[in-house]
């Protein structure tokens, strides 16, 4: 039943589903940003709209952040029982890109940087916020089997973007 729930089982259920929500916008971005050329006139809707797409990914992980600050807040042990020191080393530095990226998601910032460091920015930022989400659910698969249906589609739309970025793959 509903009332069941502890406040801190109510808060890891919304950390994770913030995770998921995350992951789904997440992955548009990914995959949006190697095919904007390819696929401009069929996915047209997704390319103009790929900030936006990408700051609702800050916002989901901000609510993310607040959940587990909430869930430290209220349960330190329990906090440090599911986030590990490894999580927050590397979701700390995930976050860095996170902010870095929403930051310069604007005409302004590309002009002041530069479209060249800009752009290595926000690769740099992707693919290490891909690994992040690789990394947290790949090792999972071992005891949950549904934990394929997002490490597969992961997989599938790295190789794509790989496929497409050396030219080996024209859509
Ligand atoms: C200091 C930074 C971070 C902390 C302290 C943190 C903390 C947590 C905690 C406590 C959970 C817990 C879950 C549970 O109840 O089992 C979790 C899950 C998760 N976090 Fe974070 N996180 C951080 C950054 C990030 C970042 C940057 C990402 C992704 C880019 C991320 C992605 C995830 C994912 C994918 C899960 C698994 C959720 C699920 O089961 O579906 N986290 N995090």
């Known amino acids: 039943m509903l009332t069941d729930f502890t406040l801190q089982e109510a808060v ?3 950390i994770r ?13 990914f995959i ?6 390819t696929l401009k006139n069929k ?3 997704w390319m103009k709209n790929r900030r936006t797409v990408g700051l609702s990914f800050a916002f989901s992980h901000l609510i993310h952040g607040i959940l587990f600050a909430t869930l430290y807040t209220v349960d330190p042990e329990l906090f440090y029982q599911v986030a590990k020191p490894t999580t927050i080393i590397f979701g ?5 890109f996170i902010l870095a990226m929403a930051m310069t998601s604007n005409n302004f910032s590309i002009q002041k940087l530069g479209i060249k460091r800009w752009r ?4 740099i930022g992707m693919y290490y916020l891909w690994f992040i989400f690789f ?4 090792p999972r698969v ?3 089997l549904y934990f394929l249906f997002l490490v597969v589609p992961m997989l599938a739309i790295l190789v794509l973007k790989i496929l497409v970025k050396t030219k080996r793959l024209a859509l």
Do not use: K
Not at 92 to 96: H, R, S
Not at 120 to 123: E, G, P, Y
């Open 12 to 14: 890891r259920l919304g």
């Open 43 to 45: 996915f047209s809707f």
């Open 92 to 96: 700390g530095l995930g976050y860095v």
């Open 17 to 29: 589903v913030t995770a998921r929500i995350s992951l789904i916008l997440f992955s548009i971005a």
């Open 142 to 144: 071992a005891g949950n």
């Open 135 to 138: 990394a947290s659910y790949a």
């Open 120 to 123: 290595t920015l926000h690769t």
């Open 32 to 37: 949006t940003s190697s095919l904007r050329f």
